[in-house]
């Protein structure tokens, strides 16, 4: 067999096993991050409470299915014992229910509860955003490069959400819910621009 | 390791299934929560929140995809024994467009009684996997799980495909010795019979007659006696071995039950019987009937002895009769090593009809469990029952003539064999 071969044979490298740990303490980590950001100050309304439980509850599950992705299911028998059943269910629950999706709702639901704080906002999408690419690359056993083909689109990102901040911060031209919704509308007006641009933006360069 | 070819690669092309990966679904629920909290709370920064994922989305749309891959799977060897390595090395071929886009994955789901040696998940267009076969048998190595990710890793293409089977052979036990019937056919070989021949064993001396060789005269005697005395050598024959293999019952726990230690003492016993430069066939006794092979010579004989055993296919019909074996299954004289429980009194049946035919035999015990031990009194009347009825089943076959050793799956068959293989098995008629 020739060309470039990743065996599988044997000992897994201490190396590998260690990028493989990082990653994952990595996405955990951000992942609580996120939620610290987004829960402080304290808020006591809009089902604040709801949320935060549905955010910790997100990233805790969402770490221990990264940490038991390579636990095999138990083999099947005509005749499993209770523990044994027990524990096929609670893996299946733990791969099977999207907790990073209920993660990412709730620390957002978390962050309107608090009074605008554009900048606070923008940072928190930049974790979200890195949360999510560090699970993936956690999930997939994907080194970080596997990330380089996406790295004009995430900086135009990275623009478009300091566009947003700045938008954020622009004092409204009058006091009525129409202003904020004028807005509102400039910044889906320039996420649209970006989406024209992005063909150019994407393009795939010779050496990718 | 078995002399084997390796085992061919035909090419599969397989269809890909392509869905969204759970990092595009996640990246939009986050950029629709982004816009949903914008508009509900009129913060224009939660739009700016939702842009990257949706940006990363909307790159990776519309990309072409592979519609077909080409997956080549080819094991090193197609025969195993059990607990040997081997390794199955696969390589991906995309058909269509985008072929320099995509990563690959590969992930192993072993069969039953295969086991993995070291991961079973790899990346790249060509993977090793590394494994080991628990239990003989004609066993499935597995199926193969592919998963291929576009440039963006925003949609997965899955295909699966079951690899090709290997046959387990039972990893043989050790025997050097064999047992040796006092009269044996005449046809050249290795062991030294009764009568004088051109052997290289000494056997006696005797008066010179005119034709003897001159080189084997026994200058020594002949002083002392004052005639020409010659030596005697024994002559050297070989012998028609037939295992019976019972693979009517098979108790006991895996991997050490009486169906695995029968097979691996019968691999064990051709092999070394073959050595000595004997013909070796088997028969297999099941409830379907008995399938046989006949006795011949040469190392490649283990296998065909082996693969005979292993394609025996037990169903559910009447036991089978030696009397409707030809007589190129069960040659007349030859040594008949029996290797069985002892359980199925169909089988003790036709072991008694083949001792009055005139066989010379030699019964190995596989039997190394017991019905379990319980408390109630009626249990332990039943065990003692039990033990009873076996005890007389051996009794009888001993006053037949047949002798009975019990061997145990774990020491070499020399050791219950050494009675037997000191000297020349008479066959008592």
Same mark, same amino acid.
């Given at each position: 067999?020739?060309?470039?071969?990743?065996?599988?044979?044997?000992?897994?490298?201490?190396?590998?096993?260690?990028?493989? %740990?990082?990653?994952?303490?990595?996405?955990?980590?951000?992942?609580?991050?996120?939620? %610290?950001?987004?829960?402080?100050?304290?808020?006591?309304?809009?089902?604040?409470?709801?949320?935060?439980?549905?955010? *910790?509850?997100?990233?805790?599950?969402?770490? !221990?299915?990264?940490?038991?992705?390579?636990?095999?299911?138990?083999?099947?028998?005509?005749?499993?014992?209770?523990? %044994?059943?027990?524990?096929?269910?609670? #893996?299946?629950?733990?791969?099977? %229910?999207?907790?990073?999706?209920?993660?990412? *709702?709730?620390?957002?639901?978390?962050?309107?509860?608090?009074?605008?704080?554009?900048?606070?906002?923008?940072?928190?999408?930049?974790? #979200?955003?890195?949360?999510?690419?560090?699970?993936?690359?956690?999930?997939?056993?994907?080194? !970080?490069?596997?990330?380089?083909?996406?790295?004009?689109? #995430?900086?135009?990102?990275a623009a478009l959400l300091a566009l947003g901040a700045g938008a954020g911060m622009l004092p409204a031209a009058g006091p009525g819910a129409g202003s904020a919704l004028l807005r509102l509308v400039a910044a889906g007006a320039l996420i649209a621009a970006a989406g024209l641009v992005l063909p150019y933006v994407a393009r795939r360069r010779p050496q990718d | 390791m078995i002399p084997n070819r390796p085992g061919s690669s035909a090419a599969t092309e397989l269809e890909l299934r392509w869905r969204s990966s759970r990092h595009a679904r996640r990246l939009l629920t986050l950029g629709l929560a982004g816009l949903f909290f914008a508009f509900l709370a009129r913060r224009p920064e939660f739009a700016g929140l939702a842009a990257p994922a949706l940006l990363l989305l909307a790159a990776g749309r519309g990309r072409r995809r592979p519609p077909r891959i080409t997956v080549r799977a080819k094991p090193?060897?197609?025969?195993?024994?059990?607990?040997?390595?081997?390794?199955?090395?696969?390589?991906?071929?995309?058909?269509?467009?985008?072929?320099?886009? &995509?990563?690959?994955?590969?992930?192993?789901?072993?069969?039953?009684?295969?086991?993995?040696?070291?991961?079973?998940?790899?990346?790249?267009?060509?993977a090793r996997f590394v494994i080991t076969p628990e239990r003989w048998g004609r066993r499935q190595i597995g199926t193969l799980e592919v998963t291929l990710r576009d440039r963006w890793r925003l949609a997965e293409g899955h295909a699966s495909m079951a690899l090709p089977g290997i046959d387990c052979y039972p990893a043989p036990a050790r025997q050097r010795t064999t047992v040796v019937l006092r009269r044996l056919p005449n046809r050249l070989g290795e062991h030294p019979a009764r009568t004088s021949g051109e052997g290289i064993e000494f056997s006696g001396v005797r008066e010179y007659v005119p034709g003897d060789r001159q080189r084997s005269i026994n200058w020594a005697a002949s002083t002392r006696r004052g005639r020409l005395q010659v030596n005697t050598f024994a002559a050297e024959r070989s012998q028609d071995v037939v295992l019976l293999v019972d693979s009517t019952s098979d108790v006991g726990e895996p991997g050490s039950s009486a169906l695995d230690l029968a097979l691996r003492g019968a691999g064990a016993a051709a092999r070394a019987y073959l050595e000595a430069r004997d013909r070796v066939g088997v028969i297999t006794y099941q409830w379907g009937g008995a399938s046989w092979l006949a006795p011949a010579l040469g190392r490649r004989q283990v296998y065909r002895i082996i693969d005979s055993m292993l394609s025996s296919d037990a169903g559910y019909a009447r036991g089978a009769s030696f009397a409707r074996l030809p007589r190129a299954a069960l040659p007349p004289g030859a040594?008949?090593?029996?290797? &069985?429980?002892?359980?199925?009194?169909?089988?003790?049946?036709?072991?008694?009809?083949?001792?009055?035919?005139?066989?010379?035999?030699?019964?190995?015990?596989?039997?190394?469990?017991?019905?379990?031990?319980?408390?109630?009194?009626?249990?332990?009347?039943?065990?003692?029952?039990?033990?009873m009825e076996q005890e007389a089943i051996r009794f009888s076959l001993r006053e037949l003539g047949v002798p009975i050793v019990h061997w145990d799956g774990e020491e070499s068959l020399d050791l219950p064999l050494a009675a037997h293989t000191r000297r020349p098995m008479a066959a008592r008629r």
């Open positions: 067999m020739t060309g470039r071969l990743r065996a599988a044979v044997g000992v897994v490298s201490t190396r590998a096993v260690a990028g493989a %740990v990082a990653m994952r303490v990595a996405a955990v980590l951000l992942g609580a991050g996120c939620l %610290v950001w987004a829960a402080l100050p304290t808020v006591h309304r809009g089902y604040a409470g709801l949320a935060l439980t549905l955010a *910790i509850a997100g990233v805790a599950a969402g770490g !221990l299915r990264l940490a038991l992705a390579a636990v095999p299911v138990p083999s099947d028998s005509y005749w499993p014992s209770p523990g %044994v059943r027990a524990w096929r269910t609670f #893996l299946d629950v733990v791969r099977q %229910v999207p907790w990073e999706e209920g993660a990412v *709702i709730g620390i957002a639901w978390l962050e309107v509860q608090h009074p605008s704080r554009p900048w606070h906002t923008a940072v928190l999408g930049a974790g #979200l955003i890195a949360y999510l690419l560090i699970v993936h690359l956690a999930e997939s056993d994907a080194p !970080l490069a596997a990330l380089r083909p996406q790295a004009r689109v #995430l900086g135009l990102g | 090193t060897t197609r025969r195993a024994f059990e607990g040997e390595r081997l390794a199955v090395d696969v390589a991906l071929h995309i058909i269509g467009d985008g072929t320099g886009e &995509s990563s690959v994955r590969w992930r192993l789901h072993p069969g039953l009684e295969i086991a993995p040696v070291g991961a079973t998940a790899a990346d790249g267009r060509q040594l008949v090593v029996v290797f &069985s429980p002892l359980l199925d009194q169909r089988f003790v049946e036709a072991l008694r009809d083949m001792r009055e035919r005139g066989f010379s035999m030699l019964v190995v015990d596989v039997l190394n469990t017991e019905p379990p031990a319980r408390r109630r009194p009626e249990d332990r009347m039943a065990r003692r029952l039990w033990r």
